[in-house]
Structures are given as C-alpha cells and as structure tokens.
C-alpha cells in the first residue's frame, strides 16, 4: 500500500524541514543502478547496500529517503544525499 496522500503533505525531511515527494521511477531506477554499483553511500557514511521498492525526495531534491514496507525511513543517518548519488 503506497503512502497516503495526506501524510506526503504533512510529511517534512527532518534536515531541511522542506516536503517531500516519490522519487520518479526513471531516477529510482538510475539510482538502483548505481547502489548496485556499490557507489552510494548514506549521509553518515556507510554504504547503500540494498536497492529501493520506493524513495521521497526533498523539493531541492538534495535528500532521499528509502521507504521500506510502505514506511517511510526519516532518519538523517539513513538519508541519501543526491549529490552522491548524482542522479539529480
């Protein structure tokens, strides 16, 4: 079951208190691609290691976050900066 509506919109990155929407499949693609790679890494540093069903992006899109079962993983640490894994 993909997010409600409602909570996309009261949802805010913990980082940038900016909101937040899915990542679009051409870039959750390109994304995977490089995490199958070994190329990306989380905001504290440790290597992205499994590939994403689903991500939220910033408005800026400078952070993603995975969602993992349909829940959303809003933890700095666990944040992916797009930066790094260039696919902005």
Same mark, same amino acid.
């Given at each position: +079951?993909? !997010?409600?509506?409602?909570?996309? %919109?009261?949802?805010?990155?913990?980082?940038?208190? @900016?909101?937040?929407?899915?990542?679009?499949? @051409?870039?959750?693609?390109?994304?995977?691609? @490089?995490?199958? %790679?070994?190329?990306?890494?989380?905001?504290?540093?440790?290597?992205? %290691?499994?590939?994403?069903?689903?991500?939220?992006?910033?408005?800026?899109?400078?952070?993603?976050?995975?969602?993992?079962?349909? !829940?959303?993983? +809003?933890? @700095?640490?666990?944040?992916?900066?797009?930066? %790094?894994?260039?696919?902005?």
């Amino acid at each position: +079951m993909p !997010i409600h509506r409602k909570l996309l %919109e009261i949802l805010r990155c913990p980082v940038t208190k @900016q909101s937040l929407s899915h990542l679009s499949g @051409q870039k959750l693609k390109a994304l995977n691609d @490089q995490i199958s %790679e070994g190329t990306v890494h989380y905001s504290d540093g440790s290597l992205v %290691e499994d590939v994403l069903d689903d991500a939220l992006v910033t408005d800026n899109g400078s952070l993603i976050y995975r969602i993992d079962s349909d !829940i959303p993983v +809003m933890l @700095q640490d666990r944040s992916i900066p797009s930066a %790094e894994s260039a696919i902005t």
